[in-house]
């Protein structure tokens, strides 16, 4: 039997090509940027399976032009670039990269709110700029993270991971989630609360949950209203969940205080992001799972989910486990 054949559409770290090319043919695009449309849906058409990056679109000009792909394997945790519906609908997996990003996210996310709460990247650029005057008692005041309250909306594995570190620091924990979490409540003694509710009695208010229909333009001028004068608003979802304008007029106005941003609503975002010119904006370009540890754990894990699919086993980590009932993984 020949082996299926697959497409990598992006250089990855070697153990998670090892992974592949132990099971099937396959060809990548080697390089860091991603490969041209027309290049990537004619490898596709060639494939038993993909695995991509968040920036390749898997729409129905994907599965019209690679009627032979069974799984479209996710790089990342997040799959808003996948139109899991059609490929439900078609009988095609989709699977993605959860839990091994968890903590290192977390990192980002308490990394931007420190930033923000204490002025750090605005002080770098006052030193650098020859800035740096005598001290006096009101001379770069922040805001106090011990103690504070934070409030998570989205209550996954991230939300989880960043309460846990804000337990460390004595805060009270507030958290908005579709449904409510006792988990989270008897283990961190997080207090659920609706979400106008959240805005208006956090300190600080973290975003984590997934980008959705639901959650599309969640934040935007009249949310920001609703924060406190003194609140920190930080995003290590997605960036269409903020409306990037509003935010920008929100923070001239000083309400939320600061905003920490590692997600934007176009990415890489243009030099000239108005956000930039903002002494109270500090952000960071989508690193949220930088680590090479973690990068790789996510590439193998979805290495092993094409492989799975490919050769007849369960994935690990479908998307739309509805589709393994019908589902054939070998290529015959």
């Known amino acids: 039997m020949s082996k299926p054949r697959a497409f990598i ?16 043919d396959y060809g990548i695009w080697d390089d860091l940027m991603a490969a041209p449309r027309d290049l990537f849906l004619r490898e596709a058409a060639q494939s038993d399976g993909v695995l991509v990056m968040p920036s390749e ?62 002025r750090l990247v605005e002080g770098q650029r006052v030193m650098e700029a020859g800035q740096w005057g005598a001290w006096h ?32 620091f004595n805060m009270r924990v507030l958290y908005h989630n579709r449904k409510r979490a006792p988990q989270l409540e008897v283990a961190l003694q997080a207090e659920y609360r609706p979400f106008d509710d959240l805005l208006r009695e956090s300190d600080f208010v973290v975003m984590t949950a997934p980008l959705t229909d639901e959650t599309r333009g969640m934040f935007g001028a009249r949310e920001f209203a609703l924060m406190k004068e003194t609140a920190v608003f930080v995003n290590v979802a997605r960036g269409g969940v903020v409306k990037e304008a509003e935010l920008v007029e929100a923070l001239k106005r000083g309400r939320p205080w600061a905003a920490g941003l590692d997600v934007f609503e176009v990415e890489p975002t243009p030099k000239d992001n108005p956000l930039f010119a903002l002494p109270n904006f500090v952000g960071t370009p989508h690193i949220g799972s930088a680590t090479l540890r973690t990068r790789t754990a996510m590439a193998t894990l979805a290495a092993q989910n094409l492989v799975n699919a490919l050769t007849g086993r369960p994935p690990l980590t479908p998307v739309n486990p509805e589709v393994l009932a019908s589902f054939r993984g070998d290529s015959a």
């Open 9 to 24: 559409s992006r250089r990855i770290p070697q153990p998670a090509i090892d992974i592949v090319a132990a099971a099937c």
């Open 137 to 168: 008692p009101f001379y770069m005041l922040g805001q106090d993270v011990y103690g504070a309250t934070i409030g998570i909306v989205g209550a996954g594995r991230i939300g989880t991971a960043v309460a846990r570190r804000a337990r460390a």
């Open 57 to 118: 679109r898997i729409d129905d000009e994907f599965l019209n032009a690679a009627p032979r792909v069974k799984i479209v394997a996710n790089m990342a945790v997040g799959y808003d670039n996948i139109d899991v519906p059609a490929l439900t609908a078609r009988g095609v997996l989709a699977t993605n990269t959860p839990d091994v990003l968890t903590e290192t996210t977390a990192d980002v996310a308490w990394a931007l709110l420190m930033a923000a709460a204490r």
